[in-house]
């Protein structure tokens, strides 16, 4: 029973607290403190603002804006006010104080009321903005409790990290990424983290883990100079036996092969390789079946050093007609024939005659290569009038005046197709005279010289 009196009490004090400021809170005015950067370092110049929403109706504020000095001091002369409200802002102190006066019915635009600039003496400080007293423009009701509640109290200026060092806090191994912290020398507060890549392997020299043998492979390892893992493996070739002393254990034959057995100095194995058959040698042949034009003839030899009796083949010889007459006429492509009488065996006998092959005249250039299209040129045989033509491989164009040069100097104008670079200066006449070719052979000289020259300058150029 006690204990529901003292809540009813409790409940009714409550109430009659609540009820007294709910009457004069009728109002949605709110002032923000604000700075410049949120971030700073050590010396820097912030801006502290004070400004008040938009249809506030405020017609007077005195607020203040205290600050640890440990963190922040003013600069002397640096506040500014709106033209909006008649006020006044005291920098001395601290403290810094506002107090401002509006007519008629208050403020209706939102506005900054006044702003002073602080400078930072160490990072990480708070300004505090407290409302002292606050009328409504209206009716000039106290509002300060509702303000106070809409206001945005505090601004905090926290470090802005500009002095940094880098710790390694995991050094990297050959395999493994290492770890690194970079941390503000002001706050001491850990910016960010970073990974340093591993440093891989460092290959020492090879190292013979299994030596290789005469018949059998080896094994050579490479070792990391760091951390001794293996880095590479790689086989050593069998060095096969090394065969001296070697004795023949069956004699080759003429016809037959031999063998020969050596001993290796290394491990002394021994290996049997074969002796090639010598062969038969003969000293002299006898002819025991003569050749003719037509048919073969044979010959019969003994072996100086088995006397194994061998019979040879002779080829024939052929008809042997050194007068004839030409039947059949080669052409440049056709084989001709010749009839006449064999000297050797008496009778008439045709021989092939072989073809000529054609006898083509100059070149003749049908279209002219460029520096990424090829040309065309073509010849005719002087005989049977066949036409052969060529491709002129494109981009060598500059290069060929030069290389066709030479020859052009020994040939009589006139009768060349070449596109020679000169042929404007060469006479192309037909009837050509030994003097005009003379001078021709002169003009060329000169303009070779004079190619040559520029050439030699183009690459000096
Ligand atoms: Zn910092
Ligand atoms: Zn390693
Ligand atoms: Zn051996
Ligand atoms: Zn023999
Ligand atoms: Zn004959
Ligand atoms: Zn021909």
Not at 73 to 97: A, C, D
Not at 123 to 147: F, K, P, S, Y
Not at 234 to 258: F, M, N, Q, R, Y
Not at 276 to 292: D, I, L, M, R
Request: with cysteine; aromatic share 4%.
């Amino acid at each position: 029973m006690k204990r529901l009196i003292s809540l009813l009490a409790v409940l009714a004090l409550m109430c009659g607290v609540a009820a007294v400021p709910a009457a004069a809170a009728q109002t949605s005015a709110a002032l923000t403190i604000s700075t410049s950067k949120s971030a700073a370092n050590t010396g820097d110049e912030v801006t502290v603002s004070v400004s008040v929403s938009a249809g506030s109706y405020l017609g007077a504020v005195d607020c203040s804006v205290s600050f640890d000095e440990t963190y922040f001091e003013v600069v002397s002369g640096s506040e500014s006010m709106t033209s909006s409200m008649f006020g006044e802002v005291n920098l001395k102190g601290n403290p810094v104080k506002y107090s401002g006066v509006v007519l008629n019915d208050g403020l209706t635009d939102s506005l900054t009321l006044f702003s002073f600039r602080v400078r930072v003496k160490e990072t990480g400080g708070t300004l505090t903005l407290a409302i002292q007293n606050a009328l409504d423009g209206r009716n000039d009701e106290d509002v300060t409790a509702a303000v106070s509640s809409n206001s945005r109290r505090s601004a905090t200026v926290s470090c802005a990290h500009a002095y940094t060092t880098t710790t390694v806090t995991k050094p990297p191994t050959c395999t493994a990424a290492g770890q690194s912290v970079v941390t503000c020398t002001v706050c001491g507060k850990q910016v960010s983290t970073g990974t340093i890549a591993a440093k891989g392997h460092t290959a020492g020299g090879w190292t013979v883990t299994e030596p290789a043998t005469c018949e059998s492979a080896g094994t050579r390892v490479q070792k990391c100079t760091v951390c001794g893992a293996v880095v590479r493996t790689e086989s050593i070739p069998a060095a096969g036996h090394k065969l001296s002393d070697w004795k023949v254990t069956k004699e080759p034959t003429c016809t037959e092969a031999g063998t020969r057995t050596g001993t290796c100095s290394v491990c002394d194995n021994t290996a049997t390789e074969s002796v090639a058959a010598t062969g038969h040698k003969f000293s002299s042949w006898e002819v025991t079946k003569e050749p003719t034009c037509t048919e073969k003839g044979s010959r019969t030899g003994t072996c100086t050093v088995c006397g194994q009796t061998v019979t040879e083949e002779v080829a024939a010889l052929g008809h042997n007609i050194p007068e004839g007459t030409v039947t059949k006429e080669p052409t440049c492509t056709e084989a001709g024939e010749r009839t006449g009488v064999c000297t050797r065996c008496g009778k008439t006998a045709v021989e092939a005659l072989p073809a000529l092959g054609h006898t083509f005249g100059e070149w003749t250039v049908l279209r002219e290569a460029t520096a990424d299209v090829p040309g065309e040129r073509e010849r005719v045989c002087s005989v049977c009038g066949a036409k052969e033509t060529e491709e002129i491989p494109f981009g060598a164009a500059a290069e060929e005046p030069t290389e066709s040069l030479p020859a052009a100097g020994t040939t009589v104008p006139g009768e060349t197709d070449e596109p020679l670079a000169l042929s404007e200066e060469n006479p192309r006449t037909n009837g050509v005279l030994v003097g005009s070719a003379c001078i021709a052979v002169l003009l060329i000289g000169t303009a070779c010289a004079a190619l040559i020259t520029l050439r030699r300058k183009k690459r000096r150029g």
